[in-house]
């Protein structure tokens, strides 16, 4: 069955390098990929922009293809937004059909902060993306759960619901939209790291480039 990916973040702002990796997840995994802008991330100070900015940067991002979309449905939520609450929701939504929760090799290690994290397995499959220039040491706790967990194939993924653990080889993209932001907020204009969409309208990038402007 076609899976349903997950590809979660701050999206602070979109950037390229989130559309180029959910764009090969989606590919190499025969997927739908949904990205799922969170309210109130669980373990990171406040975003720059607003959670209607950032949906409205990500929608100016994603128009024009039809591989990727957007679900809203954490900011629908109050409190902070746990993953595992977020795909028990879907798993009641899709029954038994393939869920993949896409992560960056960073946020893929940190997953024993995670609320609940052992439950997810249960839930649903994990598919790790590499992203250069971070230095993503699996803490040996994880690894030892996610060992007999692992698969190089993407049939494994499509044949059952999850329990599975998938490292997908994508094009490494070095952006980061913490350095975007810094960018932005030295008034430079980092017009190709991100999605040409957003220049469209020059209230999408305001919150950044008003950050630090001279009062
Ligand atoms: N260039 C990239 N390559 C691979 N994965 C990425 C890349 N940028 C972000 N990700 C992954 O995308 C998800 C959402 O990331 P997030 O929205 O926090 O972006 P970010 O660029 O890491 O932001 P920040 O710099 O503000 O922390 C995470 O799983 C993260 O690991
Ligand atoms: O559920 C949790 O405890 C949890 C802890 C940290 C991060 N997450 C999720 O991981 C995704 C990536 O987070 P971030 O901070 O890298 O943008 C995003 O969807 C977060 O909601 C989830």
Redesign the pocket.
């Known amino acids: 069955m076609k899976p349903l990916a997950i590809f ?3 999206f602070d702002p979109i950037h390229i390098g989130h559309l180029s990796v959910a764009w090969e997840a989606s590919e190499q995994l025969d997927a739908e990929v949904r990205l ?1 802008p ?1 309210s109130v ?4 100070s406040s975003p720059t922009a607003s959670a209607e900015q950032r949906v409205n940067m990500l929608r100016a991002a994603l128009r024009g293809q039809s591989r990727l979309t957007l679900d809203t449905r954490e900011l629908d939520r109050s409190g902070p ?4 609450d977020t795909l028990d929701e879907l798993r009641s939504e899709f029954g038994e059909r393939p869920l993949v929760l896409l992560l960056g090799a960073d ?1 893929f290690a940190g997953l024993r902060s ?2 609940r994290w052992r439950d997810l397995f249960s839930i649903t499959h994990i598919g790790v993306i590499n992203r250069p220039g971070v230095e993503a040491c699996i803490p040996v706790e994880l690894e030892r759960a996610v060992a007999p967990r692992r698969t190089d194939d993407p049939a494994v993924i499509r044949g059952q619901p999850a329990g599975r653990v998938i490292e997908l080889a994508v094009t490494p993209l070095e952006v980061s939209a913490t350095r975007i932001r810094e960018l932005l907020a030295a008034g430079r204009d980092p017009r190709y790291l991100l999605p040409a969409g957003l220049f469209d309208d020059p209230a999408l990038l305001a919150p950044y480039r008003e950050q630090h402007s001279p009062r």
Request: hydrophobic content about 30%; aromatic content about 12%.
């Open positions: 979660g973040g701050t799922m969170a991330p669980p373990h990171r937004s746990y993953t595992v946020a995670w609320h």
